[in-house]
Each structure stands twice: as C-alpha cells, then as structure tokens.
C-alpha cells in the first residue's frame, strides 16, 4: 500500500496533522519510535503516581467561545469543542527579580498595571510597546530576522524591565540563545501575556487521549515502535521511508516532526544540513533539568498560590548554555495544583501537591556522566535545583514524599533532538519545505512551540503541503 502521507514523530503537531490529513480520507500513517507518544509532552505512571512530562501550562488560553487565536482555530480545524480539553485559567503568576516582582494571569490589564508600578516612568511606553505587538504578522522572514532585544529596548528604555518580559518567554519558546527573533518574542509574548496560561485538570493525557482517539477513529495508522533508520531519495523525491526494523514504507509525501537537523539526517543522499543560500543550521544547545516533587500537602496550604514562578536571582537574565550542570540563578516553578480548577478543588490529589522547578542544563555534561555517576549526580542536582527555588517559594522540602527528575539526557531519549534542545534549532523554517519537493517539516523547527503553537504547526502544514490535490 502507498500511503498519501507518513508522518514522523507521534507528537502534538504529528498528530495534529494526522487529523487534519485523516478528515479530507488521505490515508496517514503516524510512526513512533517509542512505546508512548507525545515526545516530551507525555506523561508516565512510577509508583503508583501519574506524572506528566513538560507541559507546565497550555499557552494562548483564550475565554470559551472566542473566536480568534490560535486555540480557537486549533479547536475549529480539527473539530473539538472548548469542553474536550476541560481547560482551567492559572490563578495568577509572577515574574521576581530582586527587588521587583511582576504579576499576571489571563487578564492584560493586571500586568500593565504591574508595570505600571513598578516602573511608573515607562507607562506610556509599555502601551506603545503593547500596541506595536498586536500589529505583528508571525509569518514573515523580515520580522523573524530582527533582533527582539533591539526592538523593545527602542520602545522600553528601562532595562530591568525589559529583561523581567523576556525572561517566561525565553523559558517557554526560545531556541536562540541571548536573543528572539522578533516574530518568535510577538507570538510568545502575545499566547503568554496577551492570552494567557491553563492546564486541563487530568493534564497532558486528557491532550494526547483526544488526539489520539480522533485521529484512530477517522482511520489514521499509527505505529509505536517504529523508528525511521533513514529517508530513502532519488531524483528529488523521499520514494521509501525505511524503518528500523528494515521495513520499507511508501507514500506520496512526508512530514516530519523529528527537527530540521534530525530530518535531514535521515535522508540517504547526502545533501548538508542547510538552506539554499545560507549558511548551514545547526542545532539547537538550550536545554534543561526538572525537578517534579510530590507533597503531602496542597502548596496552597502552605501559602504558595502561585501558578507559575519565573524567577531570576540578579538584573541581568542570562540565556545560554551553563558552564555548570545547571545555572541555579534562574527558573520557573510551577505548582500544577494552582490552576481554577471548577471540578475538583484539591485537583483531585487528596490534599497532596507538586511542584516543579526547571532549569537550564549543560547536555554535555549530563550526557557525558557513565552509568554509575548519573543517578547519584540526579540525587545531588535534585537537592541543588530545590534550594534555589525554595528562595522564592514556602520551603516545601520537609513535606515532599515522592520524587522524580529529567535531564538532557531525558530529553534526548524521548524527543531524540541533539543537544536535549527543548526548543529545536534556533533557525526555524517557517514554510516547512525542505531541500526535496515531498518531504516537509512541523513542529519545533516549523517554528511554533509550547503544545497550542505545535499543533497549529501540524495543522498549518498539513494545509499547506499536503491537501493541495
């Protein structure tokens, strides 16, 4: 059987465009190489407890029934209702810097007035500077070329100010270090600031559950344990997708949710990682280590009702790979109990809590430890990532009663990206098209990232490539 499209990597945006494919009758094919999906966004069962892995909120929440943004045409293109994905607002979040602290949740008018407060003299500015966002076309090359730290210094001239915005947006969607493209830092800034952060109640499951259950039920394929040994080509075209297992699939197109460097890898005809006309990408180096404590406590029984912490312990905020394991200087610490959740007022936890505090990682490191030195260093590293959180939250640590923790390492394995790179390479390809005339990329190094932004890129690039017959 030729199949119309094969789709690598059974993640958020390869089973959107799955769906997508499934409902114009395409016969699709979804391959995962391992035994679960959802890459980095799943989630797993370890002593009886259920753990998500890195969904810490959904961005780009909007109020049920809004017609516009990108959860309203994730909604409206693969046909959910607002109530499938049983999504609760955050109670409300903060960004702390020494000596200043910024709060915010779904409504855009409590951070403008954190600004204001903070920083009354850049009043006006901020709304200039707001204003500026809302004009932006995410789809432009000009737009991805420019410097952010240049474009908002020109309209912010406070310059704490200016890092406390682009610290949750680096955190949540910035694969190049020190700096965002401007296009990048609109559309982070918008889903976070402009629309907002929730989390379904049963969390990222309830996603994958949907996802999966539409895309099987419309008569897609998918496959577990089916990893791509390489792309084979001629004369311009992928004409068989052979699978580790030494299997050899055909179809008319694929598409590829592995990143750009590790798509064009996979293709046996030796064309170099690169653009036409540029020079060769290179892939991405950010990566982190979480920490996720179970408590016997809700958090907010000990005062801590934050949603979501991003903190940073000096002015500067410093966004690059760490000479150390980890940098302990900054993060984000979220509490997946402080959302407004209307159907259960404990999240269901019986009174227990978590919380989670991330990181920036040295891959290098991690991945270079041997098999005796890594869980002993997880043990170390776990102590050292809690105590700079607890600096900003109640001292949780005598409550916890269960743990886990992820790394580079962690991350390599079940995304398969180089480097652990949580947000891919920090060149994106914004039109998916690649150096062969059928085969195309989505997700990360599409250029949209979080779990909202990677399925918008599965569905964008379904439309664009691959329902044009």
């Not at 945006?13 to 190489?33: H, P």
């Not at 993060?331 to 991330?358: K, Q």
Request: charged share 25%; proline share 4%.
């Amino acid at each position: 059987m030729v199949y119309d499209t094969i789709i690598i990597g059974a993640g958020m945006s390869g089973l959107a465009a799955g769906i997508r494919l499934a409902m114009y009758d395409q016969r699709v094919c979804v391959l995962e190489k391992h035994t679960t999906i959802g890459g980095l966004n799943s989630f797993y069962r370890l002593r009886r407890r259920d753990y998500d892995v890195g969904l810490h909120a959904l961005t780009n929440i909007t109020p049920k029934g809004t017609r516009k943004g990108p959860l309203a045409r994730l909604l409206r293109q693969l046909r959910f209702s607002w109530d499938d994905f049983q999504i609760s607002p955050q109670i409300g979040s903060q960004v702390v810097f020494p000596g200043r602290t910024l709060g915010f949740d779904n409504n855009p008018a409590l951070l403008e007035a954190e600004v204001v407060r903070e920083f009354p003299a850049q009043a006006d500015n901020y709304r200039r500077f707001v204003a500026a966002i809302a004009d932006y076309d995410d789809l432009t090359d000009e737009h991805q070329q420019l410097s952010a730290r240049q474009v908002v210094s020109s309209y912010l001239t406070e310059p704490v100010l200016v890092e406390m915005l682009f610290c949750p947006l680096m955190f949540y969607g910035s694969a190049r270090e020190h700096d965002m493209d401007w296009g990048q830092f609109c559309i982070m800034f918008r889903s976070i600031f402009l629309e907002g952060l929730g989390r379904p109640h049963a969390g990222v499951r309830l996603i994958l559950k949907n996802l999966v259950k539409k895309f099987r039920g419309m008569g897609g394929e998918l496959r577990l344990r089916a990893g791509v040994d390489r792309l084979h080509v001629e004369n311009g075209r992928v004409t068989g997708v052979v699978l580790d297992s030494g299997d050899v699939l055909e179809a008319k197109r694929v598409l590829s949710s592995a990143g750009w460097v590790e798509t064009m890898r996979l293709c046996d005809d030796g064309t170099p990682v690169e653009v036409a006309g540029s020079a060769q990408r290179s892939a991405g180096r950010l990566s982190f280590c979480e920490t996720i404590s179970t408590l016997d406590v809700d958090p907010k029984q000990m005062g801590y009702d934050r949603t979501i912490t991003f903190f940073n312990d000096h002015e500067r905020f410093d966004w690059t790979v760490p000479a150390e394991p980890c940098d302990l200087r900054s993060g984000v610490i979220c509490s997946p109990n402080n959302f407004d959740y209307a159907t259960a007022l404990d999240d269901g936890r019986g009174g227990r809590g978590t919380m989670r505090i991330t990181v920036l990682a040295n891959h290098d490191y991690w991945h270079g430890l041997d098999e005796a030195a890594y869980p002993i260093e997880k043990l170390r590293w776990f102590d050292r990532i809690n105590a700079a959180g607890v600096r900003f939250t109640p001292d949780y640590r005598s409550r916890i009663i269960d743990t886990d923790m992820f790394t580079p390492t962690t991350i390599t394995r079940f995304t398969g990206h180089d480097n652990g790179a949580v947000y891919g390479a920090p060149e994106k390809q914004l039109d998916g098209a690649t150096h062969l005339e059928n085969l195309f990329v989505c997700g990360t190094d599409q250029g949209f990232v979080g779990i909202v932004g990677s399925i918008v890129s599965g569905i964008g690039m379904a439309n664009l490539h691959c329902l044009k017959e």
